[in-house]
């Protein structure tokens, strides 16, 4: 014979404290949450420009405002049409608060007046929406002249550009020109060097080159020529006197000269 064992619970009375958290349990509907909802939304959208008048108002400035919309924990349709639905306002409330500013620029001070209003704007986010659907706004403009004012502006801008294309051209002009300097400067100081320096200066495929390297080097020996010269006079004056030391070295002096000369030595 078998005998098979159940163990049941033996029963309990809930507690005050179970009571109430049964009930409350019962009472609460459970919520679902709906799967479209978004943590975090942003949509960055430009709208059409408007009109404001500038100082004298003679002229308009073109202003292009973006709007950047950021809400939490909301569909995106239902995101997309809160945009749709307050982006009016927002342009009512973006000329309100720059019309007074821009009328305090001259009309060719667009860009001052750009960043101007966006220092302005980007100081505080605008709120809209009810309180279970909040939206917050920042808008960022773009300031272009009238197009009067940009016609007339542009043979200013025609003569900068050709001023700065003529400085340009210019200074690579002196670059070229201190590049061919250097490189003319090495070939002479190796040229220096050889005996035969005049000769090989007419090798170099520049004419003028040569040219004016073989005047500069005979120019240079025509100059230790007169040197050579006084120092022979120089020489024999002293040895006269008998000055044996100061005799040699105006000697060895005149054996060098003639030597870079070309000239034999005696």
């Known amino acids: 014979m078998s005998t098979d064992f159940t163990t049941f619970d033996q029963p309990t009375t809930p507690s005050g404290k179970e009571w109430f958290r049964r009930f409350a349990d019962w009472w609460q509907p459970t919520v679902v949450e709906d799967p479209g909802i978004e943590a975090e939304l ?3 959208r430009p709208t059409a420009p408007i009109a404001l008048a500038a100082k004298g108002d003679a002229f308009d400035f073109s202003v292009r405002p973006t709007f950047t919309w950021h809400a939490r924990r909301m569909t995106r349709n239902r995101f ?6 307050y982006t009016p306002d927002a342009l009512d409330a973006l000329r309100i608060r720059t019309e007074r500013v821009a009328r305090s620029f001259e009309p060719h001070h667009s860009h001052r007046l750009e960043l101007e209003l966006n220092a302005r704007l980007s100081a505080k986010d605008w709120v809209m929406g009810a309180p279970d659907e909040r939206l917050t706004c920042r808008p960022v403009v773009f300031v272009l002249p009238d197009p009067r004012v940009r016609e007339s502006m542009q043979p200013y801008w025609r ?10 051209l210019a200074m690579r ?3 070229l020109t201190r590049e061919r300097t250097e490189a003319w400067s090495r070939v002479m100081k190796a040229l220096e060097k050889d005996p035969r320096s005049r000769h090989a200066a007419s090798l170099v495929e520049h004419e003028a080159f040569a040219e004016v390297y ?3 080097t005979q120019g240079r020996k025509d100059e230790l020529l007169k040197l050579i010269d006084l120092l022979e006079k120089a020489g024999r004056s002293y040895n006269g ?3 044996y030391e100061y005799a040699e070295g105006l000697d060895a002096a005149l054996a060098e000269y003639r030597k870079r000369s070309g000239a034999d030595v005696e």
Not at 159 to 168: A, K, L, Y
């Open 159 to 168: 003569r900068r550009i050709e001023m700065q294309s003529e400085h340009e």
């Open 42 to 44: 942003t949509d960055c």
């Open 214 to 216: 073989t005047a500069m």
């Open 80 to 85: 997309e049409h809160c945009i749709n639905t």
């Open 173 to 175: 002009r002196a670059e």
């Open 241 to 243: 006197i008998g000055l």
